[in-house]
């Protein structure tokens, strides 16, 4: 059997690879530059350091630059190792879809291309990730010496790969090579089969209801095309915005009541669907909504716990659940009254990996819209809308009605993001330097919110290999179960983004029917004035409310 050629090319390191919350994120015109994209790719092999022979999944939201993308890591690929490809059609995958495909196919490895919810096309981002054979994001440890080696690297080696055409399904042997290119929905599809009543949707589907799922013009609108409408017999026009487009037709795929402000509309007032949700550029995230309602992620992941053995994948149960730091304590109470351990991590879906991997969790969620199960090792947001179909399809209730109940039995945690965009980087990082000075003093003291019983740095732990994660953001626990949490975005390609996080629980009738923004305002000024982000930053309210 002939092989491919291998090439060394020499080039000086790119000092700028330093993978964020979820892989490395970049303009694309930064990108684009001359073996960026190989460059990175080397390091992460000359990481991995894989066996000759292994296995690889690719795939990507379709964003510009997309395509250009998997040829020149393939032909990265092939010279570090890799003997077998196995890529989405028209270079397409899903991040739940790739997870649940490196697992399947017992990959050594694999690349998703995505920039997530950033906006795309040639002035937006792009971006690279890339997963373990559990089909989790690479831990902190790996992400940080394969920034170590992008440093100091001279160079990288290429295979001489002709171009491979993706745009039909099927095997092309090529030299030593196997490029398998797969159906990106299909086995995606049998996973969520095994999980729900498809049935029972159908029925409900069936018998009236409706829905509403806005793909954004990202990676989701055939995946939903193929499940929601082919499969379970919604009509077409259930779906929004479901062709996938290399600049998202110019929208922010990002499925958050701003961005998505159409289908918030659409949930307004008489004749509104039952359910209406949108996912983001690469799949992982979802919003749900229901007639003249906001489900917020921390509510919905709380009571799906709440339900979760109602529904047919999860019938017995789950060993335990966990959420990321700052999202809100709704599912720990859940959690408690269940008897389950319910586990904090930092921000990021990598850190939920260990524990999904280890069997002590089955459920977890960040409030950065993102919900997902031990059936993949990312984020789902299509799979967190067949989970709440289902459960209105076998509760009877609607989606407000099920989310009323339940803060009357549990309380309501009031909850919101408020986000700071900082031009200046430098500025934001002073800003937080200054907040974990002012620590101790803050311990224990009084201000308008009640007592704040905790203040710190949030420290992780990893309870399955020990690892540690520090500065994971800074915490003001107030004895009246309100809190207050500070942290800088590490997904963002410019400047820097404060984010504040802010909860209240309550139990008394008239607080649960309070509006959100009415319940957290004041924690949300006195979050500004403790932290004194006007006088750090000149903003003296935030960019943007989620
Ligand atoms: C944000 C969210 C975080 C999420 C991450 C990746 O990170 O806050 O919860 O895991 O995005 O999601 P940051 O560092 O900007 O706060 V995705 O859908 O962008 O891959
Ligand atoms: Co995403």
Not at 181 to 192: E, G, I
Not at 240 to 256: I, S, V
Not at 451 to 462: G, L, M, N, S, V
Request: net charge negative.
């Amino acid at each position: 059997m002939s092989t491919l050629d291998i090439t060394d090319v020499s080039f000086p390191p790119y000092v700028d690879q330093r993978p964020g919350t979820a892989g490395l994120r970049k303009k694309v015109s930064v990108f684009s530059q001359p073996h960026y994209v190989e460059m990175f790719t080397q390091a992460v092999f000359s990481t991995l350091k894989l066996p000759a022979g292994s296995r690889l999944v690719i795939g990507g939201d379709g964003r510009y630059f997309n395509s250009e993308a998997i040829q020149r890591l393939m032909a990265v690929a092939v010279a570090n190792g890799v003997s077998e490809i196995i890529v989405g059609q028209h270079g397409l995958l899903s991040t739940p879809a790739a997870s649940h495909l490196i697992r399947l196919r017992h990959a050594a490895a694999g690349f998703i291309l995505t920039a997530s919810h950033n906006p795309g096309g040639p002035s937006g981002d792009f971006g690279l990730k890339f997963n373990t054979p559990t089909g989790g994001q690479a831990p902190e440890h790996v992400t940080d010496e394969v920034f170590r080696i992008s440093q100091q690297q001279t160079g990288y080696r290429r295979a001489d790969l002709p171009h491979v055409d993706l745009s039909r399904t099927g095997i092309t042997r090529l030299a030593g090579l196997v490029v398998e290119v797969v159906d990106p929905v299909a086995d995606y599809a049998v996973l969520m089969e095994s999980l729900f009543d498809f049935q029972r949707i159908a029925d409900w589907l069936r018998a009236g209801h409706r829905i509403r799922f806005d793909a954004m013009h990202a990676v989701t609108g055939p995946y939903a095309r193929r499940i929601l409408v082919e499969r379970l017999g919604a009509p077409l026009d259930s779906l929004r915005h479901a062709e996938p487009l290399p600049d998202f037709g110019g929208l922010h795929p990002d499925p958050n009541p701003i961005d998505a402000a159409g289908l918030v509309a659409e949930s307004r007032g008489a004749g509104a669907p039952d359910l209406l949700a949108a996912s983001d550029g690469d799949g992982d995230r979802n919003m749900i909504l229901g007639p003249d309602t906001f489900l917020s992620p921390c509510d919905s992941v709380a009571v799906m716990l709440a339900n979760v053995t109602r529904i047919p994948g999860y019938r017995e149960g789950v060993p335990g659940v966990a959420r990321s730091m700052p999202t809100s304590r709704a599912l720990d109470v859940v959690a408690a009254s269940l008897g389950l351990p319910c586990y904090e991590t930092p921000t990021g879906w990598r850190f939920f990996c260990n524990l999904l991997e280890a069997g002590r969790i089955g459920l977890c969620g960040e409030e950065s819209f993102g919900t997902s199960s031990a059936h993949c090792r990312e984020k789902d947001g299509l799979w967190a809308v067949l989970f709440w179909l289902n459960l209105l399809a076998v509760d009877g209730r609607s989606l407000p009605g099920i989310l009323r109940d339940h803060w009357a039995r549990f309380g309501r945690h009031h909850y919101q993001r408020w986000d700071y965009v900082v031009p200046d980087a430098g500025r934001a990082n002073e800003l937080m330097e200054a907040l974990r000075r002012l620590l101790p003093a803050l311990q224990g003291t009084n201000p308008a919110g009640g007592i704040i019983d905790t203040a710190d740095d949030f420290h992780y732990r990893d309870p399955v290999d020990a690892s540690e994660s520090a500065h994971q953001g800074v915490r003001l626990i107030f004895s009246n179960g309100a809190r207050i949490v500070y942290r800088l975005s590490g997904t963002g390609t410019a400047g820097a983004t404060l984010r504040v996080y802010l909860e209240r629980h309550v139990t008394l009738p008239g607080e649960i029917v309070l509006s959100t923004p009415a319940a957290l305002t004041p924690l949300g000024e006195l979050a500004a004035q403790i932290a004194r982000i006007a006088h750090h930053t000149g903003l003296s309210a935030p960019t943007g409310m989620i």
